[in-house]
């Protein structure tokens, strides 16, 4: 039979006959923080906890064996499973749950006992779920317009360079609002290198092996190598997985023009959606095949083909913008109904990308380095004239991802998140 001991120091849980505990069937809990107040043996298949916030969440027998931390089953190091879940038996059941200041030990059949912190069962807790924010996802973004985004997100150079807090101010304007500049940075290859490597490693493409550097002179057969205006886009849409992060120092210029463009995707994917459902929809759903191919040893295109302009998770939330009208494929695959209803919402996109209280125009003199985030900023240029050198480099998604929760989360985080 299945027992359950007290908890030593603090007013004993219930030893009732083991049953799942209905909240609103008992009295006001006393007690604060993430601690049970009583805990036990729902049924053959669960253990219960009541929370001091009304709340009771239970846990199968089995979840919880294949979630031990001990330090057979888990490594403590590496943060890796160890325990093999086939070896489980799927009708497990403990032997004892003991209740302890610290957390939940239980005893199973064979002998060995698993210990579990109380906040580390609040956080994972699936039925019900009790955390109110997943903070592995990141800080909450904060849309904007070229109005709003006053004053705009900028750090020092000598502050990212040289301390965490700088590095770690940087990331979260990264994070809030997709975009974050950085001023007094010298004007050399070398040193915006160096200020990027403050992130993470460089995304090496077909256009360079990590940092880039060049003017107008069709080093590559891509637009962007030219003086022409370049509307609001995001990069690499013919990768399988565009870059995460771009940056760009504009190292020299001497002429007229030139000035980049930026505008929150996420804002105006927002405008779509509240001014036509429909329109956003059809951009959610339609695939839209791309390419680069300038250059003559180039042919990438992604996996899958095509992918829509507006990407969404599962949970429904959108995640990504993948748009560059200049990189678009031949549209050769829908029908002539689909044809209609893609067009419709393509300009309305345009339309909403081009109205001058979503576009952020910003000179970039020297100096300045902007970093933003290419799966929601869209950026762009003006036409110039005279000389422009421009450097910078592409960003792994998920490294510069890492760096941002690695700054703001200790290791106790680690191991309460995970």
């Given amino acids: 039979?299945?027992?359950?001991?007290?908890?030593?120091?603090?007013?004993?849980?219930?030893?009732?006959?083991?049953r799942f505990?209905?909240?609103?069937?008992?009295?006001?809990?006393?007690?604060?923080?993430?601690v049970p107040q009583r805990a036990g043996i729902a049924n053959d298949k669960q253990i219960f906890l009541d929370w001091n916030a009304r709340k009771t969440s239970v846990f199968h027998h089995f979840w919880l064996r294949d979630h031990c931390h001990c330090e057979q089953c888990y490594h403590g190091t590496t943060r890796q499973r160890l325990v093999d879940t086939f070896s489980i038996p799927r009708d497990i059941a403990p032997t004892a749950v003991d209740s302890t200041p610290e957390g939940l030990e239980v005893t199973w059949p064979d002998g060995h006992r698993s210990h579990y912190k109380w906040d580390w069962l609040h956080t994972h807790s699936y039925s019900p779920?009790?955390?109110?924010?997943?903070?592995?996802?990141?800080?909450?973004?904060?849309?904007?317009?070229?109005?709003?985004?006053n004053p705009l997100p900028v750090v020092q150079h000598d502050?990212?360079?040289e301390s965490d807090d700088g590095l770690r101010q940087w990331l979260e304007n990264l994070e809030v609002y997709g975009i974050g500049f950085v001023d007094g940075t010298p004007t050399?290859?070398?040193?915006?290198?160096?200020?990027?490597?403050?992130?993470?490693?460089?995304?090496?493409?077909?256009?360079?092996?990590?940092?880039?550097?060049?003017t107008a002179?069709?080093?590559?057969?891509?637009?962007?190598?030219?003086?022409?205006?370049?509307?609001?886009?995001?990069?690499?849409?013919?990768f399988s997985e565009p870059a995460g992060m771009q940056m760009f120092h504009k190292l020299e210029f001497n002429g007229k023009g030139g000035d980049s463009l930026f505008v929150d995707g996420f804002e105006v994917a927002r405008q779509l959606k509240e001014k036509s459902p429909e329109a956003y929809r059809t951009l959610s759903s339609t695939l839209i095949p791309t390419h680069s191919a300038g250059d003559e040893d180039v042919l990438i295109?992604?996996?899958?083909?095509?992918?829509?302009?507006?990407?969404?998770?599962?949970?429904?939330?959108?995640?990504?913008?993948?748009?560059?009208?200049?990189?678009?494929?031949?549209?050769?695959?829908?029908?002539?109904?689909?044809?209609?209803?893609?067009?419709?919402?393509?300009?309305?996109?345009?339309?909403?990308?081009?109205?001058?209280?979503?576009?952020?125009?910003?000179?970039?003199?020297?100096?300045?380095?902007?970093?933003f985030d290419n799966w929601r900023v869209l950026h762009g240029r003006s036409a110039?004239?005279?000389?422009?050198?421009?450097?910078?480099?592409?960003?792994?998604?998920?490294?510069?991802?890492?760096?941002?929760r690695t700054t703001r989360l200790t290791s106790e985080d680690k191991d309460r998140l995970l």
């Fill in 188 to 214: 050399t290859v070398e040193a915006t290198e160096a200020l990027a490597r403050r992130i993470s490693f460089l995304r090496e493409t077909h256009y360079s092996q990590g940092m880039w550097s060049f």
């Fill in 301 to 371: 295109v992604p996996t899958p083909r095509a992918n829509p302009i507006l990407n969404h998770g599962p949970d429904g939330e959108l995640y990504q913008i993948r748009y560059n009208n200049d990189d678009r494929s031949a549209l050769n695959h829908l029908s002539s109904s689909q044809l209609e209803a893609f067009y419709d919402a393509l300009f309305l996109w345009n339309d909403l990308l081009k109205k001058p209280e979503n576009e952020l125009w910003e000179p970039l003199a020297p100096g300045r380095v902007v970093l």
């Fill in 1 to 18: 039979m299945s027992r359950l001991f007290l908890l030593t120091g603090r007013r004993a849980f219930s030893t009732t006959t083991a």
């Fill in 129 to 149: 779920i009790l955390r109110t924010s997943e903070p592995l996802q990141g800080k909450k973004p904060k849309l904007w317009t070229s109005e709003s985004l």
């Fill in 217 to 238: 002179d069709l080093a590559h057969a891509d637009t962007a190598y030219t003086t022409l205006a370049l509307g609001a886009h995001t990069d690499n849409t013919y």
């Fill in 21 to 34: 505990h209905k909240a609103n069937a008992r009295k006001q809990l006393a007690g604060s923080g993430n």
């Fill in 159 to 161: 502050a990212v360079m």
């Fill in 384 to 404: 110039f004239t005279g000389h422009r050198r421009i450097c910078g480099a592409y960003f792994p998604w998920d490294d510069y991802k890492s760096k941002a």
